[in-house]
């Protein structure tokens, strides 16, 4: 069985420093990973994924993941936050063989402070 | 851009009632999925639609069904409401091209359903 955790429910970071939102994940195969944010009272918009190739993938809105297959993880960064930024970030995995759906870990709320 | 509709973002129904929950995309993707979004729980799936009139059940199937007459839309049932399906829910799509698993998934505005 396939699942993902963001193991912070809750990231603060100061306006201009970097951010970084965890997520490791657990499967019985090789996986796709996807990073969504949500804005207050929205549904998810895509930000980036991983699907194969290079292990830096590159994303909307200046973020970026680093897929780290050793350590099971998929961590969220951006080299200077902005208040903009401050939303509910999910991870998901997704197999590449079998069901066609996504498994979202519980999601991170992150706070850019001014 | 990929654009994923759903007709209502808020609704207020009584418990008992039978509530629809419309979603349309103008993408033509195969697949369409309904979930619900809870606090700490993060996203289930309730159903999702490989095809027309293709269904299959996710996590949370119960006290749910799903109806796909047409490609573009996919609707969500809720036979007789409850007050524990007060939620977000959020429709989305996705092409099936190969390889499956590895297309993004748009997903709609969502619903704030309401069951008192």
């Known amino acids: 069985a396939q699942s993902v955790a963001q193991p912070e429910d809750q990231v603060n970071v100061a306006e201009g420093n970097p951010l970084t939102v965890k997520c490791t994940y657990s499967v019985s195969g090789n996986p796709y990973l996807f990073w969504y944010v949500q804005y207050p009272n929205r549904g998810l918009q895509f930000l980036l994924k991983?699907?194969?190739?290079?292990?830096l993938v590159k994303g909307s809105y200046g973020f970026e993941a680093e897929f780290n297959k050793s350590q099971t993880s998929f961590h969220l960064k951006k080299p200077s936050a902005l208040v903009s930024d401050s939303a509910l970030y999910f991870c998901?995995?997704?197999?590449?063989?079998?069901?066609?759906?996504?498994?979202f870990g519980t999601g991170t709320r992150l706070t850019v402070i001014p | 851009d990929v654009k994923v509709t759903q007709s209502s973002r808020y609704l207020v129904k009584r418990t008992g009632e039978k509530v629809f929950l419309e979603c349309v995309q103008d993408?033509?993707?195969?697949?369409m999925f309904w979930y619900r979004q809870d606090p700490g729980l993060g996203l289930r799936l309730i159903y999702f639609?490989?095809?027309?009139?293709?269904?299959e059940k996710g996590d949370i199937p119960e006290g749910y069904s799903v109806s796909r007459e047409k490609k573009e839309r996919f609707s969500l049932i809720l036979e007789s409401a409850s007050t524990n399906q007060t939620s977000m829910y959020l429709c989305?799509?996705?092409?099936?091209?190969?390889?499956?698993?590895?297309?993004?998934?748009?997903f709609g505005e969502g619903s704030w359903l309401t069951v008192v």
């Open positions: 998901a995995v997704r197999l590449q063989t079998g069901a066609n759906n996504l498994f």
């Open positions: 993408m033509d993707h195969e697949n």
């Open positions: 991983y699907i194969t190739g290079d292990n």
């Open positions: 989305a799509s996705s092409l099936n091209s190969f390889p499956a698993s590895g297309n993004t998934i748009y």
């Open positions: 639609s490989y095809d027309v009139k293709m269904k």
